[in-house]
């Protein structure tokens, strides 16, 4: 392992230490969700999604103003944020928290800075080609941002945003499960067909 690569092993041991701290009156119900969210159980999926589509179904019935949304997701944010560290260990029991327990919590506050880490690393890569080759960085961008700002006109903004929470919540269970890879290998599969189909016409 080179000196580098170790720095860098060691800051993520350091950050992961950190958020550890940070999270530990929210431990139990991280656990809990993390246990939802990979599937542990069969009907776990069902529950995600009845779930999501209440929370939707009554934001579309009550249809608030932005401002009203904001602000009662900033309240929700604020009292979960005082109530949970209070109540988790009356409702689940911190002296019930085993090794494995410990073990389960400190593999997702690690996978969380590693997260972290790509994202700003995306970031800094996208910087970088702006840098480079402004022209690129440019007609990329402004064709992604038309591509979304188009999706955006054609499917309903609600529709959408439940669309991308729901996904995003079962892609731990997907990826968990091996649905992901399966279908990506076969979209790679037909991408291959289709190129050498190609290649052979212009042969």
Known sequence: MSEADNKSVNVIAQETAQLEEQ?????EVI???DRVVRWEKPWFPGA??????V??????YLDPSVLTGL???????C?????????APRVFGSNKWTTE?????HDICGNLVKTKRRVVGWWNRLCAVKEEKPKMYFASVISSLLVVAWIGQQVHNLLLTYLIVSFLLLLPGMNQYGIISKYTSMAKRE???????????NE
């Open 48 to 53: 995600l999604m009845g779930g999501t589509s």
């Open 31 to 33: 656990l809990a969700g």
């Open 55 to 60: 929370l939707f179904l009554l934001i579309y």
């Open 79 to 87: 009292l979960a944020d005082y109530l949970v560290p209070t109540l």
């Open 101 to 105: 327990q410990q073990q389960r919590f």
């Open 23 to 27: 999270l530990q009156g929210w431990g």
């Open 71 to 77: 602000s009662c997701s900033i309240m929700l944010i």
């Open 191 to 201: 991408i291959n067909k289709l190129l050498k189909q190609k290649e052979k016409k």
